[in-house]
């Protein structure tokens, strides 16, 4: 169970895409993001559309492994669809006592379904195409001109990177405990609520405790290799800005413009719609 | 209470991802009141057959048999399975969590429908039996020593009251004089309570001491099954699956190389001095 | 040249209870003086919580003497001005190979150190290429530390000190949670940097089949060094060890048990070779 999530995990492929500078991908993700929110029509979709799938063809990661990442969010894609389709007011095509459905209902669920599809496909992008050092990399640098109002950047970098080494050896480690408890006796698939709660407790404790020891150990260990913060810290892999990194922001920027031109010219296309009504 | 895996498979991995047998085709009858040392290389699938064997992780196919009762088929009350066999896991003390040791002992029993009366009878007992003082019984077990944490978690399994024991490396990280205590005691319960016993050692000489019968794992199967005596004298098949024989199994045949006529089955210490005096005399 | 001296050593630190009152004060190290020469390989014995772990955290300044003084290369380890001095001359492998790798990427990791030290990027590169081969690693530079072995995690823990161009390395039980081969892996790459590189080699352990090869053996109870010599004569006193809860090699006490019973055998016995040729004499 806890072994099946894929999103953010890294996929090592040799790719023009896991070759570019994590920042480039971090603003291209930001950006592109925004721009499903701001352009929420079907022709700028369909640039958006076409545009990852031409990352994700240079990604040379395996599609079905992409969408491996859609399956955790299942739930959450099928509620917004049933909310849209059901609770959209408009022009109802189908009716059944309190429900009814509206084509407006459909329109939007399709949307939403689009939009959903397109965010979480282009954030596992990043995740899938960049290792998490390289990442937190990017961010730290990145968002270095923050340190200047009293953000602490290279620390905030520093706790992610050990967030995300963590995360595997913690599974695996609750995955064990689990099966100990389980062997005296102790259910964790208690069907009611206060049980079920109660039951995590064996598991919850040594869990808990487990990540402390670790912490200290840590911290131990980075000290007596003469960690002392961010100040005049060199770096093995200094993030520089080569050709492609350049190219693909170009790339990024047309894109953007491609989509503000759409954008304009669709919502004008829909003014005189109305005017010709 | 014999227990016997039949054609026991477990594989890893789902259909999409890289598939890994752990397990392959194993099938033992393991009798009651056995010693038995389990031994293999890390990653040699000792760990999954165990946790099959207590009935954790779902075999791919085969199944095993505990008294007779098939501990995978649908109807079967796993909680019989948890009343007769235990499992103590690497590093047991990392699953301590209850504010109180006796507390923590109590944890087993309870889930398994004992009365508070009895629970509390034999969290006592179990705590009496692996030595531990009176005084520390109300302690946080957070403040034991190393040793004596590992100690107050068997003693949660042996609440129980299992028949069958299985223990993985349960002397990893503890001093020689901590690692005979753990073992002494293992050796205790089987004589003195008939506890079938398996253990996973990866010290070949506590398991040419302790146990009856050895089995050794690689790549998922058993390739060997017999006295110690006997798989002992593998030298260099063991040696090309990772493992070694005891010291003074080697001591034997190096001294029999040059030309002292010493019978080379000795695996423990005493065995090989009567041996060596012997010839010598 | 002696690289480190200490002299009088205490460390004390104070035992509450759940309010926060003293309790007690715990002795963990009680008036150590011991000095190591430049390029030896040293060995630390001792029981759990004899307190050899608590010393060695003070040789490079993570804990600091309650009462007494540790030079390390000159240097007092209560000056803090000299911390990364001191730190960057005795680096410190710990026992958890999880618990100490930082990077997730096997070469990010041995880059640690130097990037904290500020060595340039070229220099970091050469650095992490060199430290990886020496303990054997430079294969698996590109790969998630997730995915190794015990054994090789902590030859990457050792590669991540060494690229920090220490003159002493400090291990705190790095075998303590590893199988046999591990165990060997680690040794080996110790006992070639110690010969090859000159790196002097502190280990800390409770295997005594793994000092037989040191200089010198410091055995640690309760604080106190209770023993010290090299391993022929530490090893021939195998009551004494026994009293401070530690064991020799099997092969050992095979040799000892042997003399005991009358046969003419050196003092100490350290390898099976040394055995067999003296007993075919």
């Given amino acids: 169970m806890l072994k099946d999530v894929t999103l953010g995990q890294y996929y090592q492929a040799d790719s023009p895409i896991h070759k570019l500078d994590p920042r480039v991908k971090l603003v291209g993700t930001l950006l592109y993001m925004i721009s499903l929110f701001i352009f929420n029509n079907i022709y700028c979709y369909a640039i958006a559309a076409v545009f990852l799938i031409t990352v994700i063809i240079l990604t040379k990661v395996p599609v079905w492994y992409m969408l491996k990442g859609l399956k955790a969010v299942l739930f959450i894609m099928l509620f917004t669809v049933v909310f849209n389709i059901f609770f959209t007011p408009g022009e109802y095509i189908f009716e059944f006592g309190i429900f009814h459905i509206s084509r407006e209902g459909i329109k939007g669920a399709v949307f939403m379904i689009i939009r959903l599809t397109l965010l979480i496909v282009s954030a596992s992008i990043m995740t899938l195409t960049t290792t998490p050092n390289r990442l937190t990399d990017g961010i730290e640098k990145l968002f270095r001109p923050l340190k200047l109002i009293k953000v602490p950047v290279h620390e905030m970098a520093m706790m992610m990177s050990i967030a995300l080494r963590f ?47 670790r912490a200290s150990d840590l911290a131990l260990a980075m000290e007596a290799r003469c960690y002392h913060g961010g100040e005049g810290r060199t770096k093995m892999k200094p993030l520089k800005y080569k050709a492609g990194d350049i190219v693909s922001y170009v790339i990024l920027a047309l894109y953007i413009a491609a989509m503000v031109a759409v954008g304009i010219l669709s919502a004008r296309l829909a003014f005189f719609q109305f005017l010709s009504k | 209470m014999p227990i016997i895996t039949d054609h026991l498979t477990y594989v890893y991995g789902s259909k999409t991802t890289l598939q890994k047998t752990a397990l392959n085709d194993v099938s033992v009858k393991i ?19 165990l946790q099959l064997l207590a009935g954790l992780i779902k075999p791919a196919s085969g199944t095993v048999y505990l008294d007779g009762e098939d501990i995978y088929a649908k109807d079967f009350d796993k909680r019989t399975l948890r009343s007769k066999l235990g499992i103590v896991f690497q590093y047991p003390e990392h699953q301590l969590f209850e504010e109180t040791v006796f507390k923590d002992v109590c944890f087993g029993p309870k889930n398994l429908g004992v009365d508070d009366k009895e629970t ?38 042996l609440a129980m009251k299992p028949k069958i024991l299985i223990l993985d490396e349960p002397t990893a990280g503890l001093d020689p004089a901590g690692r005979n205590d753990i073992l002494g005691l293992i050796l205790k319960l089987q004589k003195e309570q008939g506890m079938t016993i398996i253990l996973v050692s990866h010290s070949m000489e506590d398991v040419a001491e302790y146990a009856d019968r050895v089995l050794v794992m690689d790549k998922g199967s058993i390739v060997f099954d017999n006295t110690p005596r006997e798989v002992f004298k593998h030298h260099e098949e063991l040696k090309e699956l990772g493992l070694s024989v005891p010291q003074v199994s080697v001591a034997m045949s190096k001294l029999r190389e040059k030309g002292l006529p010493v019978k080379t089955d000795a695996i423990t210490v005493e065995e090989a001095v009567k041996e060596i005096i012997r010839v010598l005399r | ?42 060995s630390i014995l001792g029981a759990n919580g004899s307190g050899k772990s608590t010393f060695a955290k003070h040789l ?53 150190g130097p990037e904290n030290m500020g060595v340039p990027t070229q220099e970091i590169i050469e650095r992490v290429e060199e430290s990886l081969k020496t303990v054997g690693m430079l294969d698996y530079r590109k790969d998630s530390p997730n995915k190794l072995s015990g054994g090789q995690k902590q030859r990457v823990s050792i590669a991540g000190v060494l690229a920090m161009h220490p003159k002493c390395i400090v291990l705190d039980e790095p075998t303590a949670m590893l199988d046999p081969v591990g165990r060997k892996e680690v040794i080996r790459a110790l006992r070639a940097l110690n010969d090859v590189e000159k790196i002097t080699i502190i280990l800390i352990t409770h295997y005594m089949e793994e000092t037989i090869y040191s200089d010198k053996i410091f055995v640690m109870n309760k604080g106190k060094i209770a023993m010290e010599g090299t391993p022929r004569e530490i090893f021939s006193r195998v009551e004494e060890l026994e009293e401070y809860k530690l064991e020799v090699p099997q092969i050992t006490k095979l040799a000892y048990e042997l003399k005991k019973q009358g046969l003419r055998l050196p003092d100490c016995v350290l390898t099976v070779k040394e055995l067999a040729d003296a007993l075919s004499r």
């Fill in chain 2, 120 to 157: 509390e009878l034999r969290a006592y007992e179990a705590l009496k039996m692996i030595g531990l003082e009176d005084e520390v019984f109300y302690q946080s077990p957070f403040d034991l020593s190393g040793g004596q944490k590992r100690r107050v978690a068997i003693a949660g399994v």
């Fill in chain 2, 31 to 49: 009798d009651d009141g056995q010693f038995i040392g389990l031994i293999g290389h890390t990653g040699s699938g000792k760990t999954t057959f």
């Fill in chain 1, 167 to 213: 995360i595997p050896i913690l599974m695996e480690e609750a995955d064990k405990i689990m099966k100990a408890q389980t062997a005296r006796g102790a259910k964790f698939d208690s069907k009611k609520f206060m049980d079920r709660v109660k039951s995590l407790i064996p598991l919850i404790v040594p869990l808990f405790i487990s990540a402390f020891r």
């Fill in chain 3, 1 to 42: 040249m002696r690289f480190i001296k200490a002299e009088k050593v205490t460390f004390e630190y104070i035992r509450r209870d759940e309010d926060g009152n003293v309790e007690g004060i715990n002795r963990a190290v009680d008036s150590v003086s011991l000095d190591v020469k430049e390029g030896d390989f040293i």
């Fill in chain 3, 60 to 112: 490079n300044s993570i804990l600091l003497p309650t009462e007494g003084t540790v030079w390390v290369d000159g240097m007092d380890t209560k000056d803090e001005e000299k911390i990364l001095d001191i730190r960057m001359a005795t680096g410190m492998v710990f026992q958890n190979p999880d618990n100490q790798i930082i990077g997730q990427v096997v070469e990010e990791d041995v880059a640690f």
